[in-house]
């Protein structure tokens, strides 16, 4: 027996979870500690994805969605965990509350960059009263023509925002609590959770990894030497219309030669890439954490093409790159969530000059159909996700040809219209198609 299929043996057989009582993993303890150092200027690591569609004539029947919510909570713990403990003792307890649905008519948000959002999510979730998720759906003015009053009023947009802390789930969970939500608005039968093991037990007992990352090399900063001192981060979407093939080799393509034509500082640009570690055992079903980060590099003087990123992400696979667990990294789980926070984090310390590991972030969560994210009245038209603002951070996602892509930053790698710049290159990049 090979390595990978002995080690998954080793692993708890998959079978339905209704119930979650174990340690927070590393990975976990370190989202949750994001944003508790009274000095962070990063108020959490949550994972928003919010879709924009319309709604039929009868709108949101609140207590039907509700329903819908707190049956996918049943079947699926990861939504409805609570933090008890602290420190090497921290660990979840699903007995919190389901996600609970919040309604917002005449919402100005327009959904294109950060500008608003904030405002609109409000309070943070709170992991230790059990609120790690919630869903909102919004409902934009419905908005006259101009000088035309003979014909109808433009349909309001409609927004479903499903929030999550990033301690509970990550992008691949959020997007099976999204399905499972949906699948209950239409009335059909939910899959719920089977994973009776973590992130960490399937690095320690799956497939080895034998790709590894130079972690003495320097690598460039993307935009430039910070500038300015605006605290926080913001972020734009682009639309790209689809098809888009090889969009992931060719976005980290596209980052590496910005990085070269406009980052400073010797060394490489390294892409990190989040790998998602459900592939290794394919019937996984779960909301929870199971991500590895991957890295590709690229030489501040190499024109690497298309084809040449795609070799290294390959490589980056066969070499099961993203199964980084590493046993000293469980010493994070002995410090205080605070002191993470101040070692990690961005804050006021060292906001120009964080502590960072790669040039820039890119993740593709990949193209759905429409009709996985419709139900209870809405019909889903688009699909994107909410970057992460401490470093340069591009994500991407789609739905039936329909590509939308946010870019992130800090305000200080942002200003002097470097973030408008970085975002028209990705764009004719894309748009290109060469």
Not at 138 to 157: D, F
Not at 259 to 279: C, E, K
Not at 294 to 321: F, P
Request: glycine content about 10%.
């Amino acid at each position: 027996m090979d390595r990978l299929a002995s080690g998954l043996a080793a692993l708890p057989a998959l079978a339905p979870v209704r119930q979650i009582r174990r340690p927070l993993t590393v990975s976990e303890y370190y989202h949750a500690a994001i944003g508790r150092h009274p000095q962070s200027h990063v108020s959490s690591h949550d994972v928003v994805i919010f879709l924009e569609g319309t709604l039929g004539t009868a709108g949101v029947d609140q207590g039907c969605w509700q329903v819908a919510l707190d049956a996918v909570a049943e079947v699926n713990p990861g939504a409805r965990l609570r933090l008890v403990g602290r420190r090497q003792r921290a660990s979840w307890c699903s007995d919190g509350l389901p996600p609970q649905l919040r309604l917002i008519e005449d919402c100005s948000w327009s959904g294109d960059s950060s500008d608003g959002l904030a405002a609109l999510l409000g309070e943070q979730l709170d992991l230790e009263q059990g609120r790690v998720a919630e869903v909102i759906v919004t409902r934009s003015p419905q908005t006259q023509r101009p000088e035309q009053t003979q014909v109808p009023s433009l349909a309001p947009t409609v927004r479903v925002i499903f929030r999550a802390s990033h301690a509970a789930m990550d992008g691949m969970g959020t997007l099976h609590l999204m399905q499972e939500v949906f699948r209950a608005l239409r009335g059909e039968p939910l899959l719920g959770s089977n994973a009776t093991f973590t992130d960490t037990d399937l690095m320690r007992h799956g497939p080895a990894r034998t790709v590894l990352m130079d972690r003495q090399a320097r690598f460039m900063s993307l935009m430039g030497a910070p500038q300015g001192d605006e605290r926080g981060g913001l972020w734009q979407r682009l639309r790209v219309a689809g098809p888009q093939p090889n969009l992931l080799p060719r976005l980290a393509g596209a980052l590496a030669d910005y990085g070269r034509q406009h980052g400073t500082g010797a060394g490489l640009v390294r892409i990190g890439i989040p790998g998602n570690l459900r592939r290794h055992v394919p019937e996984l079903l779960t909301t929870m954490n199971f991500a590895g980060m991957t890295y590709v590099d690229v030489a501040c003087h190499e024109d690497a093409g298309i084809a040449a990123i795609k070799e290294r992400l390959n490589l980056l696979r066969e070499g099961n790159a993203e199964m980084n667990y590493r046993r000293r990294f469980e010493l994070i789980r002995y410090l205080p969530f605070a002191w993470v926070d101040r070692l990690i984090s961005v804050n006021e310390t060292n906001y120009r000059t964080p502590n960072l590991h790669e040039s820039a972030i890119l993740t593709v969560l990949g193209s759905f159909k429409k009709a996985l994210f419709s139900g209870g009245g809405f019909t889903a038209e688009r699909m994107c996700c909410v970057p992460q603002l401490e470093n340069v951070f591009v994500a991407v996602s789609g739905l039936q040809g329909h590509f939308d892509i946010t870019v992130g930053m800090p305000r200080v790698l942002a200003s002097g219209g470097r973030m408008a710049q970085l975002c028209a290159f990705l764009q004719q990049a894309l748009e290109s198609r060469d």
